[in-house]
């Protein structure tokens, strides 16, 4: 005869089974939910290794381009520099007012900053080569507030104007003015004004030269997302 199961045995048996099952869920449902986190986090990183590596390969590409352009530029400047007559067809290595290498040239003829004395000096310098007296040379010598252009990204030539005003006979004067017009700075003449006589004239000139600020280059980083 079977032995009769005991219904206390019988709930104690389910509560047993059905606690397994719980807590089976509980596990398989805890590491599915881990599962997706997981997946999802790597498919996250994933993406943004693949955004880094992406940008990384830009950056190589543009730095190998680079590494190319200053090669070509240093045989430009070379071939630039070191030619056996100047632009203004003086001696690269002579000290005239014409001569001095292309380099030299471009640097006086646009400075980098704002040097009101050096003007004042290159205007006495073409003065002493004409048969002229030089009654005054002036102008605004804004150092101060142009010490805020000395460098910029995007560098645009900023005004350095003056006046000058000289006596001479009619041929100084002249000279004069063609000197102006043959300097290796450039000089816009905005007002022009003589008076006197052929032997004796007074010319007052308003004008303005250039200077142009130093390109600011830029190192910059980049946020990769």
Do not use: W
Not at 24 to 33: L, P, Q
Not at 126 to 142: A, E
Not at 210 to 215: N, R, W
């Amino acid at each position: 005869m079977a032995e009769a199961i005991n219904p206390t045995g019988k709930r104690a048996i389910i509560d047993k089974t059905n606690s397994r099952l719980v807590i089976m869920a509980s596990v398989a449902a805890f590491i599915f939910v881990f599962s997706l986190v997981a997946t999802k986090t790597l498919v996250s990183q994933s993406n943004y290794q693949n955004h880094v590596i992406t940008e990384k390969r830009k950056t190589l590409k543009q730095l190998r381009s680079d590494v190319t352009a200053v090669s070509q530029l240093e045989s430009s400047y070379q071939a630039f520099t070191t030619t056996s007559q100047n632009a203004l067809g003086g001696d690269p290595n002579g000290k005239g007012a014409q001569d001095g290498d292309n380099t030299k040239i471009v640097l006086d003829a646009l400075p980098s900053t704002y040097d009101f004395p050096a003007l004042v000096t290159s205007i006495e310098a073409m003065l002493s080569s004409q048969p002229v007296t030089t009654n005054n040379i002036s102008g605004n010598d804004d150092e101060v507030a142009q010490s805020a252009n000395q460098s910029s990204a995007t560098p645009q030539p900023m005004p350095m104007p003056f006046q000058l005003r000289v006596t001479g006979n009619y041929s100084g004067v002249q000279g004069l003015i063609s000197e102006l017009q043959r300097s290796i700075r450039p000089m816009e003449i905005q007002t022009l004004q003589l008076c006197g006589s052929q032997d004796k004239l007074t010319l007052t000139i308003t004008a303005q030269t250039y200077y142009q600020p130093a390109k600011q280059f830029k190192i910059t980083t980049k946020v990769v997302k």
